[in-house]
């Protein structure tokens, strides 16, 4: 990411604009009151990814930390700006909160079909560990299970 771009929580008034991203990253987006929930679990960060020169965002990430264990649950950037790392820049934020947190592992469901995110996370040291059949209410898609042991063989940075 380059220096005009701000990673920081999501705050509350900026949900729409964040819901305006995921609207136009997902086929079955999450409603707001999904968002909304997150925002009040203690164990749930909601970050955003701010254009520092317009001030609007145009990508996200939520994720759980729990005990030894994070959860990724949403990682969405902007068709307008894809192609430019921040989707790595964003699973590096959560890789960096993992180690600092003492997370052992890093989980995420990814739909079978998502072949660019699938590369993103197996390039940043995930493995496909299983596979949840017709996961996806929307259209019955599997989701793939993939899984990144924090221990030391762990990837490299994934924002290199």
């Known amino acids: 990411m380059t220096e005009d ?4 929580p999501v705050r509350h008034e900026e949900l729409p604009l964040v819901l305006a991203v995921e609207n136009a990253c997902f086929e079955d987006p999450w409603p707001s009151e999904v968002f909304e929930a997150e925002l009040r679990h203690s164990w749930s960060r909601c970050v955003v990814a701010i254009d520092g020169t317009t001030d609007r965002p145009f990508g996200h990430v939520v994720y759980w930390l729990v005990a030894d264990e994070v959860h990724l649950l949403n990682l969405a950037v902007h068709p307008d700006a894809r192609g430019r790392r921040h ?3 964003l699973l590096g934020h959560v890789l960096d909160e993992a180690r600092t947190g003492g997370a052992r592992f890093l989980t995420v469901e990814v739909r079978a079909s998502n072949h660019v995110a699938r590369q993103l996370y197996t390039t940043s ?3 496909q560990v299983g596979l949840r059949p017709r996961y996806y209410a929307s259209d019955g898609e599997d989701a793939v299970i993939m899984l990144c042991d924090m221990g030391p063989e762990t990837a490299g940075d994934p924002r290199t």
Request: proline share 0%; hydrophobic share 50%.
């Open 5 to 8: 771009v701000i990673l920081r």
């Open 87 to 89: 989707g790595r820049a």
């Open 125 to 127: 040291g995930f493995k």
